[in-house]
């Protein structure tokens, strides 16, 4: 995997739907560079992969050679991303019946996580 399509996967990981809405959140870049950067037509620049090594947690070992795993941590400052944010504008939205619905969801779908997580001896 390229450099470019590790940062692709990072702001998906991180829920920007476009290059121009992550560089949005990024203060050393522009919508048009962080393409360039993710289509392979520029290395990435230092500046910028120092940004998303210290805004966003991220390992420097993926950026570069694509070892270990993406994130060191959780997502740093306890920011949401903005699917998250999304998802609690909906649920802050939503009227007492909508909102009892979310939750119950949201807890079943943790609980078969972690069924999901468990080993069986």
Same mark, same amino acid.
């Given at each position: 995997? +390229? *450099? !470019?399509?590790?940062?692709k996967?990072?702001?998906?990981?991180?829920?920007?739907?476009?290059?121009?809405?992550? @560089?949005?959140?990024?203060?050393?870049?522009?919508a048009?560079?962080?393409?360039?950067?993710? $289509?392979?037509?520029?290395?990435?620049?230092?500046?910028?992969?120092?940004?998303? *090594? +210290?805004?966003? #947690?991220? #390992?420097? #070992?993926?950026?570069?050679?694509?070892? !270990?795993?993406i994130? *060191?941590g959780? *997502?740093?400052?306890?920011?949401l991303?903005p699917?998250?944010?999304?998802?609690?504008?909906?649920? $802050?939205?939503?009227?007492?019946?909508?909102?009892e @619905?979310?939750?119950?969801?949201?807890?079943?779908?943790?609980?078969?996580?972690?069924? +999901? @997580?468990?080993?069986?001896?």
């Amino acid at each position: 995997m +390229t *450099i !470019g399509a590790r940062i692709k996967q990072l702001q998906k990981e991180l829920g920007y739907s476009s290059a121009e809405k992550f @560089a949005e959140a990024l203060e050393k870049t522009t919508a048009s560079r962080l393409s360039d950067v993710i $289509r392979g037509k520029q290395k990435l620049p230092d500046d910028l992969m120092f940004e998303l *090594i +210290t805004k966003f #947690n991220v #390992n420097a #070992n993926w950026i570069i050679a694509g070892i !270990g795993d993406i994130f *060191i941590g959780k *997502i740093p400052n306890n920011e949401l991303s903005p699917s998250e944010q999304t998802l609690l504008e909906d649920y $802050r939205e939503s009227n007492e019946q909508g909102k009892e @619905a979310i939750e119950k969801t949201a807890s079943a779908l943790a609980a078969t996580a972690a069924l +999901t @997580a468990c080993k069986v001896a």
